[in-house]
């Protein structure tokens, strides 16, 4: 019987250095690194269910201090501690979100160094071969390349996990933005320019963020209330958007005007309004002349929150990096000004609106009693400035509105402390109301000779703008404090004023007293503001499902429309057609003609 042939591997004579010493230090390191990767993990599982779960204005003593406001409304002290409470909330929760996102650069780190000294304590633990049958593998090529696979498969998985944390909202945020580098605003930059266009009907205008004046009542008749994007329903036309954005469409006659950005790159876009077709599209430039970092912006906001504004001639857009810039219809850019990157720590979101040959910006950043904030008129056609006027305000998210108030033109915005009105021409301020609290994303509502200022989880109040000065004291004629907006805001029928939360609760208050016709929840989560046309409200889900109400004291559902597509912004009203930007697309809903 003839013997089975071995292979025998001889043991080198001179092996790599595999001393006692090699291969404690490498399992000491392996040790010390799993337990760093552990406790960092443990850590921002910690971290992730107190962002996943706390709402930092539902802590017991900010609510208590809420209360006692309620109970005491002119406590001066009350109103202190509750701003300070404020201030303390959002740099926990800020403290926690950065090292929910550093914290996951941590684990990648301390997991693949406990890999990499692992394999190196099992290379200095290695044993000489033993003799194999032929054709059977030594222990070498069956150790190795199993545990390679292993630590391949671990290190994919840490790393998958750890990117997960880098990229979930923790938390639905009014559109973040940190500190950036700011530079000196630019002078700007301007072109000869085609000055007259034919008129339009006031019903096809749709010139700012919620329509004319930023009041979220549409004149518009004969408007769609059945479509469906499954079926094409009333679906007129659909057009893709390159870039991402959370801005509303402008509409101006036959022009529609988007912005659209993401971390490389900002542009505008210009569709027709009859076929949809993409007209134009404009790349914008870094206004300062040179790269700069881009914001760090949060998914919820994004590089092009702000919706642009047209005047008729040009249309102006602001981004997240504070670049401000005009085209003319044709797509010529006429002017640009760098404002510089804003201290926002949910990045820049307050819209752009227009006044007679004035585009109006509202700034707003960091804190009261840093001094940042301002409020800036631009010539529309030159881009010089009109006017510029300091805000003693916080940082806010809120868009400007302008109401025909006491017989003169109001410019009315909202952000901690004031309500403040200001006269549009000239920057003089008309009046002011305090006790506005927290982070306030929800814009002003009008009607009935007053305007309804949200302040986010505390109250809304109703303050009558027929006085001067500070009329905190003489001119609220009513506030409450159930279910108000954090992001969505309100609108105005002239009668009823109708409240809708992020998460589907909408509330009808009779402007007069502000009690409560009807509060209704719709099953959806919102971040759409309502519009009111003639009868009827027009709510739109995130999911992209619009719901028909009729407007009055009481809840009635007239239709329910599902696009399809999810939707983050405000649809635009025009005489027959409704436009609507989705994620994607820029999409135009009218009857269809038979």
């Known amino acids: 019987m003839n013997d089975i042939p071995l292979n025998v591997i001889p043991a080198p004579t001179d092996r790599p250095v595999r001393t006692a010493v090699g291969y404690r230090a490498a399992v000491s390191a392996s040790v010390v690194a799993g337990l760093f990767s552990l406790v960092v993990a443990v850590l921002m599982v910690i971290t992730f269910w107190h962002l996943g779960t706390d709402n930092p204005l539902d802590a017991p003593e900010h609510l208590a201090l809420k209360q006692a406001l309620r109970d005491s409304p002119l406590d001066a002290q009350i109103k202190q501690q509750i701003r300070e409470s404020d201030r303390q909330l959002r740099s926990t929760y800020f403290s926690r979100r950065a090292f929910s996102d550093f914290g996951a650069y941590l684990l990648i780190g301390g997991v693949t160094m406990m890999l990499l000294t692992a394999r190196l304590a099992a290379a200095c633990r290695a044993r000489a071969p033993m003799p194999s049958r032929a054709g059977q593998p030594t222990d070498d090529d069956n150790t190795h390349p199993r545990a390679t696979s292993w630590s391949v498969g671990a290190l994919a998985v840490i790393t998958i996990v750890a990117a997960a944390f880098l990229t979930i909202d923790f938390r639905d945020a009014p559109n973040l933005v940190l500190a950036s580098q700011t530079p000196a605003p630019t002078e700007p930059s301007t072109i000869a320019t085609r000055d007259e266009r034919p008129p339009v009907a006031a019903t096809a205008v749709w010139p700012s963020f919620r329509g004319p004046g930023g009041l979220g009542v549409a004149d518009a008749t004969d408007l769609p209330t059945d479509w469906g994007g499954a079926t094409r329903t009333n679906i007129r036309w659909s057009t893709p958007i390159a870039l991402p954005g959370h801005n509303s469409p402008v509409v101006w006659g036959d022009r529609i005007f988007c912005t659209g950005a993401d971390k490389a790159g900002r542009e505008m876009y210009c569709f027709d309004a009859h076929s949809g077709s993409l007209l134009w599209s404009r790349a914008v430039p870094n206004v300062v002349g040179r790269d700069i970092?881009?914001?760090?912006?949060?998914?919820?906001?994004?590089?092009?929150?702000?919706?642009?504004?047209?005047?008729?001639?040009?249309?102006?857009?602001?981004?997240?990096?504070?670049?401000?810039?005009?085209?003319?219809?044709?797509?010529?850019?006429?002017?640009?000004?760098?404002?510089?990157?804003?201290?926002?720590?949910?990045?820049?979101?307050?819209?752009?609106?227009?006044?007679?040959?004035?585009?109006?910006?509202?700034?707003?950043?960091?804190?009261?009693?840093?001094?940042?904030?301002?409020?800036?008129?631009?010539?529309g056609g030159s881009g010089r400035r009109a006017w510029q006027t300091p805000r003693d305000v916080d940082v806010s998210w809120?868009?400007?509105?302008?109401?025909?108030?006491?017989?003169?033109?109001?410019?009315?915005?909202?952000?901690?402390?004031?309500?403040?009105?200001?006269?549009?021409?000239?920057?003089?301020?008309?009046?002011r109301s305090g006790d506005v609290f927290g982070e306030v994303a929800p814009s002003v509502a009008w009607g009935d000779g007053m305007v309804f200022a949200v302040s986010p989880g505390s109250q809304l109040q109703a303050v009558r703008v027929d006085g001067r000065g500070d009329?905190?004291?003489?001119?609220?004629?009513?506030?409450?404090?159930?279910?108000?907006?954090?992001?969505?805001?309100?609108?105005?029928?002239?009668?009823?004023?109708?409240?809708l939360t992020t998460s589907g609760t909408l509330t009808c208050l009779d402007s007069t007293d502000g009690s409560t016709a009807y509060r209704q929840k719709l099953g959806a989560r919102f971040r759409s503001s309502p519009i009111i046309a003639g009868e009827r409200i027009y709510v739109t889900s995130k999911r992209g499902v619009t719901l028909i109400l009729r407007a009055g004291p009481a809840f009635e559902q007239l239709a329910q429309c599902d696009l399809g597509e999810p939707v983050n912004s405000t649809p635009a009203f025009v005489d027959g057609r409704i436009y609507i930007r989705t994620e994607k697309n820029m999409i135009c809903i009218e009857h269809d003609t038979p």
Do not use: K
């Not at 809120?398 to 033109?409: C, L, R, Y």
């Open 293 to 379: 970092d881009p914001p760090i912006v949060m998914a919820d906001t994004g590089f092009a929150a702000p919706t642009a504004a047209t005047d008729g001639q040009r249309v102006y857009a602001i981004f997240a990096n504070g670049d401000l810039i005009a085209f003319d219809f044709d797509g010529n850019q006429v002017w640009a000004e760098s404002l510089g990157a804003p201290s926002n720590h949910y990045g820049h979101a307050s819209s752009l609106i227009t006044y007679n040959n004035l585009l109006l910006v509202q700034f707003d950043q960091g804190y009261v009693d840093e001094g940042m904030s301002s409020l800036i008129a631009f010539d």
């Open 471 to 499: 009329v905190s004291n003489t001119h609220i004629a009513w506030t409450t404090t159930d279910d108000i907006p954090d992001i969505v805001s309100p609108t105005c029928d002239g009668r009823y004023v109708y409240l």
């Open 398 to 431: 809120t868009s400007p509105i302008i109401v025909p108030a006491d017989g003169h033109d109001q410019l009315i915005t909202l952000a901690e402390p004031w309500v403040i009105a200001y006269d549009p021409s000239t920057s003089r301020q008309l009046w």
